[in-house]
């Protein structure tokens, strides 16, 4: 059984940081990617970074936020600076088996964590 389980999320003022963890267990095999989605109220779920075979980064939030992993913890993190209100909603970890499957397409993850909400005050 696969397990990810985000954690960091919280209230914070516009220009602020917030560090998000993910952690995963179960029979990866460390043979996986991760990413990070996010999703405000009424919107599709949308992606903010990937790491593992590949780094990409939306370009909404290129040079704010830095994703990085530790694989031999089974942690990957997402360190977010300079805050915007746009930037609130519930922030999801995934994990993806196939190398090669777009690191940016929702459709390519296999395991969801459950989410951690972030909000951002203006």
């Known amino acids: 059984q696969v397990q990810l389980v985000e954690s960091g999320g919280g209230l914070v003022q516009a220009g602020g940081s917030l560090r998000l963890s993910c952690a995963t267990s179960g029979r990866l095999f460390n043979n996986y990617a991760v990413g990070w989605f996010r999703q405000s109220p009424g919107q599709e779920r949308e992606f903010v970074a990937a790491i593992g075979w590949s780094l990409v980064y939306a370009d909404s939030v290129k040079g704010r936020f830095t994703v990085s992993e530790d694989y031999a913890k089974g942690t990957v993190s997402l360190e977010m600076n300079k805050l915007k209100p746009e930037d609130t909603a519930v922030y999801f970890c995934?994990?993806?088996?196939?190398?090669?499957?777009?690191?940016?397409?929702?459709?390519?993850?296999?395991?969801w964590g459950q989410g951690t909400r972030v909000t951002v005050a203006s």
């Open positions: 995934a994990a993806r088996l196939t190398r090669g499957s777009s690191p940016s397409s929702r459709t390519s993850y296999d395991y």
